[in-house]
């Protein structure tokens, strides 16, 4: 039985495949446009998902779409009608594109992929829930997903059971915790749907002075977790833009202008935003722990890659255990339809063994050796062939030296979430190597924190946290005894002069409340990259790596051997690894005709 799930035409579109209830392949569509957030049609991630599972369309039993389209453009028109006569010109503008395109989307789908089976439509939060139960190791959960919207619903309580999900409650549209975050988003300059975990990053240099100023004016927040916003602040009903005038006078300050400096004000708004966020979380969670009474949690939406919201939730202990599905956005959903056609359509049986299906979020393209191999030799660059043991020891050395390393291993991850696939390590222990991998690597802001990958059963040598965190989901705090005393003078440094205060033994990835996003690494999952810090904990008696996805500011993350090589030139790396391949930047020719390739990316 071969079901293709797919999301598409709004934002990460992306394919998955699943064959007799296993995940075979997953992947979104901008790793092979090149294009971030890419919402066209996933031809090439369909393209991929077949050829990994060894199938031709004809093959296929079911293709699911993740949500509902007609009900959509009902929500769509009726927000315009009630708001009329303002909104005309988005409205003008909207109603083309879905009278010609979107609402066509079983067609649509039948045409790009010349099939003619059945097609299967669930609701946006059905797919986001399906995603977080089905692939989970518990056999009975409490589910809560958080986004922007879906047709209606921008949140919803679930519980899965079995091979059945029971939807008990949802939060519509306008009140969204999503639409709310992306609203100061906006506010604070970033881009909307691309930039909130800038602000969830900007968040610690910060104090939550306005959280009062949120609750009073802006939202009406109820005991269980619900609320509803006062949309005479916000704009996105209507408008051209997420918030108004009178959302700014709220906080005495204009919408800053992207790109500008970032004051403290700013920072100070961000950690009220998310100070807001987290409770409403809590609340959430709380409540459908009382309404449910499961032990275990589900998370999926948008809002779930709040890590730093969701490792509140695991401290605050409301479940026994909390599992997070790793492409928790809109890409997801497209695991999700799949899933939820195989048990809630299909009705097959569902039966955990204590792990989750993910396979570690591995789902995407894989190179082979020979691949690899001919690609190198075709652009004459110069690289060394390792085995597995020396490949760990000089990745391992490089690291210890003050390296930072490309690494380029096995299938690429599904999800926002580099997990040693595509990855950029270092070392971090380096006080200097957050500002390095920023500025001279990543191309990016400077208060940006770096995760840290860890060995699974060292987690909680290190970190506040003494349960799995795979899919780099979950915040928490570095432990005491590895942290740095703060002089006096550095006591009263505020905002961003605390970043160049060394917080613990690992600066590079401690954030500057003590925090860390942490991705715990299991040698059943990722053997070689297990392997790598291991080998880096025998050198350094420190079992932790800073792990930062594969790509430049503005650019997703890289998907071919191609890719990482370019990249690699393009930056101020210095080794790069190629599955057994180790290519050093200082044995390579300079790239030719390559000076305005920054140009070809949006930099958000």
Request: charged share 25%.
């Amino acid at each position: 039985m071969n079901i293709l799930g797919i999301s598409a035409f709004y934002h990460d579109s992306a394919a998955c495949l699943v064959q007799d209830g296993e995940i075979i392949a997953a992947a979104q569509e901008e790793r092979f446009t090149r294009k971030k957030h890419d919402a066209s049609f996933p031809k090439n991630a369909v393209d991929f998902c077949l050829e990994k599972g060894g199938i031709q369309v004809g093959d296929l039993d079911y293709v699911g779409f993740y949500d509902k389209p007609f009900i959509k453009f009902e929500r769509i028109l009726e927000t315009y009608l009630g708001i009329a006569p303002k909104g005309l010109k988005q409205y003008l503008s909207a109603v083309p594109v879905w009278l010609k395109d979107k609402l066509w989307t079983r067609t649509n789908i039948r045409k790009n992929l010349d099939y003619n089976g059945p097609v299967i439509f669930s609701e946006h939060h059905e797919s986001h829930a399906s995603s977080a139960f089905f692939p989970s190791p518990f056999q009975e959960a409490a589910i809560l997903t958080m986004d922007g919207v879906g047709e209606w619903a921008t949140s919803s309580l679930a519980l899965g059971k079995d091979n059945k999900i029971e939807l008990l409650q949802e939060l519509h549209f306008p009140h969204s915790l999503g639409l709310l975050y992306s609203a100061f988003t906006y506010y604070l300059g970033f881009k909307v749907n691309s930039g909130e975990y800038k602000v969830m990053g900007l968040a610690p240099y910060g104090k939550p002075i306005y959280s009062n100023l949120i609750r009073e004016n802006l939202i009406d927040l109820k005991e269980d977790g619900s609320f509803r916003m006062n949309m005479e602040y916000f704009d996105f009903l209507g408008g051209l833009t997420m918030t108004n005038e009178k959302f700014e006078a709220v906080f005495g300050h204009p919408t800053r202008k992207s790109e500008s400096r970032l004051t403290q004000k700013e920072m100070d708004i961000a950690a009220s935003l998310q100070e807001v966020t987290e409770e409403i979380m809590l609340k959430m969670a709380r409540h459908i722990r009382e309404k449910t009474g499961a032990k275990n949690l589900c998370l999926a939406g948008g809002v779930a890659l709040n890590c730093v919201g969701n490792g509140k939730i695991l401290k605050e202990k409301i479940f026994e255990n909390v599992w997070v599905q790793p492409a928790a956005g809109d890409a997801g959903g497209a695991l999700g339809i799949a899933l939820c056609t195989w048990y809630q359509v299909l009705n097959n049986e569902r039966k955990t063994n204590g792990k989750d299906s993910m396979k570690g979020a591995y789902l995407g393209p894989h190179f082979k050796e020979s691949e690899i191999q001919n690609y190198l030799d075709s652009q004459d660059i110069v690289y060394r062939k390792l085995g597995e043991t020396e490949l760990s020891q000089a990745v391992a050395a490089d690291l210890k030296a003050g390296k930072v390393v490309g690494w380029f291993q096995g299938p690429m991850e599904f999800g926002p979430r580099a997990l040693g696939g595509r990855s950029i390590i270092g070392d971090p222990r380096n006080p200097k190597m957050q500002s390095i991998m920023n500025l001279k690597i990543k191309y990016r802001e400077s208060f940006r924190p770096f995760a840290p990958s860890v060995l699974a059963e060292k987690v909680n040598d290190w970190f506040e946290m003494d349960s799995e965190s795979p899919y780099m989901l979950m915040v928490a705090g570095v432990q005491k005894d590895k942290r740095v005393s703060m002089t006096e003078e550095q006591k009263n440094l505020f905002g961003i002069d605390l970043l160049n205060v060394p917080r613990s033994q690992i600066p590079a990835i401690t954030h500057v409340d003590y925090s860390a996003r942490i991705q715990t690494v299991h040698k059943d999952t990722n053997r070689r990259y297990y392997d790598l810090i291991s080998e880096f904990e025998k050198e350094t008696q420190c079992p932790v790596l800073i792990n930062t996805s594969f790509n430049v500011r503005g650019e997703p993350i890289v998907c071919t051997p191609e890719q990482a090589y370019l990249c690699f030139m393009r930056t101020e790396m210095d080794t790069l690894v190629l599955e057994n391949f180790v290519i050093d930047k200082k044995d390579q020719k300079p790239l030719e005709d390559d000076k305005n390739w920054k140009e070809e990316f949006e930099l958000d």
